[in-house]
C-alpha cells in the first residue's frame, strides 16, 4: 500500500523530533498537537502542521470504536487464554458494532 502524501494523526503524547522526523521521512505528514512539556520559550523553528478537524475527525471515528468495545464485557476483562478464541469474539463485536452502526 502506498502511504506517500498521507497524513498521520496521532495524540500529543507522541510529539517528539524523532517521530516527526520518521513519518516525514516515509514521504507522509505528521498531524500532531504541539506539547510545550515545561517549554519556557517557544522554539524558533518552523510551523508544525495540526489541523484540528482531521484531529477531531480521528477522534470521532476511532477512539468511539474502541468506546464501544469496551461495551463488550468479555473482551474488556479478556477471560480467554487462548488469543483465537479472544480475536474470534472480537471480530464477532466488531460485526455486531457495524451491524448496529448500519442497519
Request: aromatic share 14%.
Amino acid at each position: 500500500m502506498d502511504l506517500q502524501g498521507a497524513i498521520v494523526s496521532l495524540d500529543g503524547v507522541y510529539d517528539c523530533r524523532a517521530n516527526r522526523k520518521a513519518i516525514f521521512n516515509r514521504g507522509m505528514f505528521p498531524c500532531i498537537p504541539e506539547m510545550p512539556r515545561g517549554r519556557k520559550s517557544s522554539k524558533r523553528c518552523r510551523k508544525r502542521c495540526f489541523d484540528p478537524a482531521i484531529f477531531e475527525e480521528r477522534f470521532r471515528t476511532i477512539e468511539r470504536v474502541f468506546a464501544w468495545e469496551d461495551k463488550f464485557h468479555r473482551l474488556l476483562l479478556r477471560f480467554e487464554r487462548v488469543s483465537d478464541m479472544h480475536y474470534a469474539f472480537k471480530t464477532l463485536a466488531y460485526t455486531m458494532i457495524n451491524l448496529r452502526h448500519y442497519c
